[in-house]
């Protein structure tokens, strides 16, 4: 039997559209530009939270571009090319390449006429964040960026919890120096600041950068 297509109006998003199993949103914000994404997973208005971290600060970066709020970006990778395979028609295509430096941390640029500078990341344990989680000289960096009178933090998102704080990067740095192997999620409580999920502004972390900083 042929599966029908499936509509659902939502105030939060402008149309959801349900199809052999698959949910496509497509969001559009007052500049007019949209955002479309796919899971396969079903939808009420709150099982989206967290499905890509990293996508929901992108979006969140863009809109905050679109509306003259911040200019905010994710850091690209530098990389060294290997190998070149040349194409008559299609053009080169890079075969290999290699990191050509440690990277610093995923997003950067300036809020309020200060420097931000901050790191993103995710966990599914349930009681902490593992500094596994976090290379020595990106703590190092926040630290650098604090000390020459920018912002700098650690954004993380407790998956199991749906959660995520700020939390600045002093603060990462002193869990740090305790000898500890993580941060306690009752610290992030404690010291950090939880940033809550939105509709038409997903994830509003310069609201918690506003508190923190300002």
């Known amino acids: ?73 994710k850091k690209p990778t530098p990389i060294k090319v290997g190998k070149i395979q040349h194409r008559s028609k299609a053009g080169p295509l890079i075969t290999e390449a290699y990191f050509e430096m440690p990277s610093t941390t995923d997003y950067n640029g300036i809020y309020r006429g200060r420097y931000i500078d ?32 920018g912002i700098g933090f650690l954004l993380v998102h407790f998956v199991v919890h749906q959660q995520v704080y700020l939390l600045d990067g002093q603060e990462v740095a002193h869990v740090l120096a305790s000898g500890r192997k993580s941060i306690p999620l009752d610290y992030f409580r404690k010291y950090g600041i939880e940033i809550p999920w939105g509709y038409v502004e997903r994830l509003p972390y310069l609201d918690a950068v506003d508190q923190r900083y300002f």
Not at 22 to 40: A, F, N, Q
Not at 42 to 71: S, V
């Open 1 to 73: 039997m042929q599966q029908r297509a499936t509509l659902f109006f939502r105030k939060d998003y402008d149309i959801i559209r349900a199809k052999k199993g698959e949910v496509l949103m497509v969001i559009r914000y007052p500049t007019g530009k949209s955002l479309s994404t796919t899971t396969t997973t079903p939808l009420d208005g709150y099982q989206h939270r967290g499905l890509d971290f990293e996508t929901d600060i992108n979006t969140m970066n863009q809109r905050y571009r679109d509306t003259n709020r911040a200019i905010i970006y």
């Open 118 to 149: 901050f790191e993103a990341k995710e966990t599914r344990n349930k009681t902490a964040f593992p500094f596994a989680n976090l290379h020595a000289h990106q703590i190092e960096h926040l630290q650098q960026i604090i000390a020459h009178g």
